[in-house]
């Protein structure tokens, strides 16, 4: 059974950091494509960063030049370096690993975690 599991969540101020972690069980992660999506109360989920099995990344606009995305295929995990946050980027943040599609930010992926609270205070 495949598990993705984040952690790393919590509440900081305005301009601060958190480093989210995903962690695959029942998966070997390495070939494919894994990507962090954020979904805020009555919003649609959003795809905020993707990285490649060979390391090449994609970002949302939004988080451009603040959030950093990395994966360790040795652990069959994936982080997400978050600095400068925002109160907008408050939000269930959620893993996910193989897309259905090429595009790597739409949220149509094969696994997904059960998301992480962010919540960035003013």
């Known amino acids: 059974q495949v598990q993705l599991a984040e952690s790393g969540g919590g509440s900081v101020q305005a301009g601060g950091s958190l480093r989210l972690s995903c962690t695959a069980s029942?998966?070997?992660?390495?070939?494919?494509?894994m990507g962090w999506f954020r979904q805020a109360p009555g919003k649609e989920r959003e795809g905020v960063s993707a990285?490649?099995?060979?390391?090449?990344?994609t970002y949302a606009d939004s988080v451009k030049g603040r959030f950093t995305i990395s994966r360790d295929n040795a652990k069959n995990a994936m982080y997400l370096e978050m600095n400068g946050l925002k109160p907008e980027d408050t939000a269930m943040y959620y893993c996910?690993?193989?897309?259905?599609?090429?595009?790597?930010?739409?949220?149509?992926?094969?696994?997904w975690g059960q998301g992480i609270q962010v919540t960035v205070s003013s």
């Open positions: 996910a690993a193989k897309p259905r599609r090429g595009t790597w930010l739409v949220p149509e992926y094969d696994y």
């Open positions: 029942g998966y070997t992660t390495s070939g494919t494509c």
């Open positions: 990285i490649g099995s060979t390391g090449g990344t």
